[in-house]
C-alpha cells in the first residue's frame, strides 16, 4: 500500500514526453483548495497502472521560479511527502539535472527511492507555456541501496503557462510502474490525499518565493 501512496509524491522533473499509450479522458475525482485532481487507467510498460494529474493556479512570476523550486535541496523534503533524503545533482546544462528522493517507511517495510531526470528547453522559457518533464534513470550518481526498493518507471512532466501577469497555472502529471495490488477503495483515498498535501505544500513554498 505504501508503494501505491509514494508513487505519487515526488514530483519529481524533465525529458520530452512521449504519448503514454492511447487511454480514454481524465476524470475528475477531487477539486479542493485551488487544486483539481484527475485521474484514468492507462497500458504502460505492459501493464495496466494509474495515470495522475493535478492542476491549480499559482502567484508566481514565471516557469523560472517553477524550475528554480525543483533544483531546490532544501526544499524538496519540505513539498515531497514523507521524504527523508533529497539531493540534485546538476550537469553543465542549467536545463538538465538529476533528483534523488528517499522515503520514509514505517517498520517492517522497506524504505523507497526514485532517481530521476529532468529536463526543459530553456527558449521556452520566455514562451506562454514551459513544459518541464522528468523521467525514472538509472545512474551511478545515486545507486540502488540494500533494503530500500527503487520506484522504476516514472515518466511525467509540469506544463507551466502564464495565464495572467503574476500567475501562472500549473499542472502536474505522472505514472509510474504497476505496484503491488491493493484493493481500490483502500488505496485511492491514500492516494488521492497524499498527492493533494504534495502539491499544496508545493504552491504554497512557489509562492513564498
Known sequence: MKRILLHCTFLV?????VQLCRAGDFELVKAERNVALYERWIKHNGNTVRELK????????SAEAVVALLKNPAKGPKWNTNAKNYKIAYTSNDAVWLTYARYK??????DQDCSLKYSFNKADLNNPVCNIY???????????????????GTKGKWMVEKVKEGNLKITYQIVTDKSASVPRW??????????????TEFRKLLEQG
Open 54 to 61: 493535478a492542476s491549480f493556479t499559482a502567484k508566481a512570476a
Open 186 to 199: 483502500v488505496s485511492d483515498p491514500i492516494i488521492h490525499d497524499n498527492l493533494f498535501k504534495t502539491i
Open 105 to 110: 517507511i514505517p517498520w517492517p517495510l522497506d
Open 134 to 152: 522528468f523521467e525514472g534513470i538509472t545512474t551511478d550518481k545515486f545507486p540502488v541501496v540494500k533494503n530500500v526498493t527503487r520506484i522504476t
Open 13 to 17: 522533473l524533465v525529458l520530452p514526453l
